[in-house]
């Protein structure tokens, strides 16, 4: 792996993901199905304006929707707060749609949570990083 990558794989690690009702997004497990989170907000990993991102979230939002997929609000943010990204938890979804949904957003990778497994996954290569 490469520094850079290697460094924001550690800082997906140490995020702090919170559901709107202030949950961590393993909380939604319902039944033994899956949660995965994503987001649209700075795809491939740069920095986009506030108005872009937001406009990039209703795209999301409303595919979700079109599908019938089950989704929370749920925000990646750092420790110090000096990050903060808007997504989803998609409840009792698969890895393939969640990554389909991700890579169509631009996005780098993906959480899953399972009963007995905390992972990122990434987009490109569907690479498994457990944590």
């Not at 909380?27 to 649209?40: D, Q």
């Not at 943010?77 to 949904?101: C, I, K, P, T, Y």
Request: proline residues 2%; glycine residues 10%.
């Amino acid at each position: 792996m490469s520094g850079a990558r290697d460094e924001l794989i550690a800082t997906w690690k140490r995020a702090v993901l919170e559901t709107a009702s202030g949950a961590h997004p393993r909380s939604l497990l319902e039944e033994g199905l899956g949660v995965h989170v994503i987001t649209a907000w700075n795809p491939g990993g740069q920095l986009s304006d506030l108005e872009r991102n937001r406009q990039a979230d209703e795209v999301l939002e409303r595919a979700l929707g079109d599908l019938g997929v089950r989704h929370i609000r749920t925000t990646g943010r750092s420790a110090d707060n000096s990050w903060r990204e808007e997504g989803w938890s998609l409840v009792g979804s698969n890895r393939e749609l969640a990554l389909a949904l991700a890579k169509r957003c631009g996005q780098l990778a993906i959480y899953e949570f399972s009963p007995t497994a905390s992972r990122i996954i990434m987009c490109d290569s569907g690479e498994i990083i457990d944590f």
